[in-house]
Each structure stands twice: as C-alpha cells, then as structure tokens.
C-alpha cells in the first residue's frame, strides 16, 4: 500500500491517497468491532498520520515542543477517524483537518489559560511595588497585605494572589518577563 509518509507528494497523488483512505473509512464504517476493523483503523491512522504531522508543524514556534503537538495533533486524527461518517461529512480530509486543528488549538489554549493571570490581578500586580513603597515610607515598616488591599481599593485575596504573580521569571500577558524587584 502505498504510504504518504515518504516523500512529499505532488497535490494530485496526495488526493488519490486520500481517496482511497476515503474509501478505506466507508469499509470501516460498516464493520463491526474485531481484528478486520482493528487492523483496518490502525492502516488509516498510519497512512494519514503524515497529516497530524503536518498540522503539527504549523503550530511549532508557541512554547510547546513538536513531540507534544504532534502527539495531541495525533489524538485528534484518532477523533477524526473515529468519529467520521462519510454519508454525513463527506470526504475525510475535510473532516479531519478541522478536527485535528481544533484539538490542537484546545490544548494550546488550555496550556495558556494555566500560565497567564487574569488582565484584574496583572493590574493589581503592575500597581504593587509603587503601593508598598510608599506605604513603607509613610509606615516606617514594611506593609501587611490589608494596607496594601486597603490602599489599592482591592480585596485582600487579590493582592495575594497578585504577589504570587509577581516572581522572577514569570511570564506576563503581554509576553514579556518581568523582573524581580527586590
């Protein structure tokens, strides 16, 4: 069988691939489960698997490694080839690039919303160091977090949480590092 994970073919012989891969899936649609739909699956994936590889590629440059794009681009061809329906979405590689760019870009999202703060707590941070300063020098001592919350017109769980922000090497909304100040 032929197999485009050789060399880059020309965009007709990439279509006679995919066609066939097309007809492959309408067979896989109409097995039950077993060892002919197992191994017929498994011949999909590894023939299409080139284009997770590509999709891959495309979202290289973003902070995660290719190994873990192509592994999450991977897991959203198994989706694609699972979830296809060739009465219902035509043909396969109009399904499945949707698909496999949507789970990647899940997945990108779900790793920024983890390292990202909140635009409110990036603002009570930006606000932090000109606050303690000035309250250190009217206090003569260093400030507790309820003057800090007090003077900033804050909630106090804020300013806490908008110090553990503030840490070398942390990574702003904006893409810049900041500095520890201290």
């Known amino acids: 069988m032929n197999d485009l994970t050789t060399t880059a073919p020309d965009p007709e012989r990439a279509r006679e691939l995919y066609d066939a891969v097309d007809t492959e899936l309408k067979v896989l649609a109409g097995l039950k489960d077993g060892d002919e739909r197992a191994r017929l699956r498994a011949d999909v994936l590894r023939r299409c698997s080139p284009l997770a590889r590509h999709i891959a590629r495309c979202y290289?440059?973003?902070?995660e490694s290719y190994d873990d794009l192509y592994r999450v681009a991977y897991l959203g061809l198994i989706d694609a080839v699972d979830s296809f329906?060739?009465?219902?979405?035509?043909?396969?590689?109009?399904?499945a690039v949707p698909t496999?760019?949507?789970?990647?870009?899940?997945?990108?999202?779900?790793?920024?919303?983890?390292?990202?703060?909140?635009?409110?707590?990036?603002?009570?941070?930006?606000?932090?160091?000109?606050?303690?300063?000035?309250?250190?020098?009217?206090?003569?001592?260093?400030?507790?977090?309820?003057?800090?919350a007090a003077e900033l017109d804050v909630d106090v769980g804020e300013v806490t949480q908008a110090m553990l922000t503030i840490r070398p090497g942390h990574q702003s909304r904006n893409g810049t590092q900041r500095k520890d100040s201290r």
């Open 85 to 95: 329906e060739p009465v219902r979405d035509g043909t396969f590689l109009c399904f």
């Open 60 to 63: 290289c440059g973003r902070g």
């Open 100 to 148: 496999i760019m949507a789970e990647t870009r899940r997945y990108l999202r779900g790793r920024d919303w983890s390292r990202r703060v909140p635009q409110r707590l990036e603002r009570i941070a930006r606000r932090l160091d000109p606050t303690i300063d000035a309250l250190h020098r009217r206090l003569s001592r260093m400030p507790t977090a309820s003057e800090i």
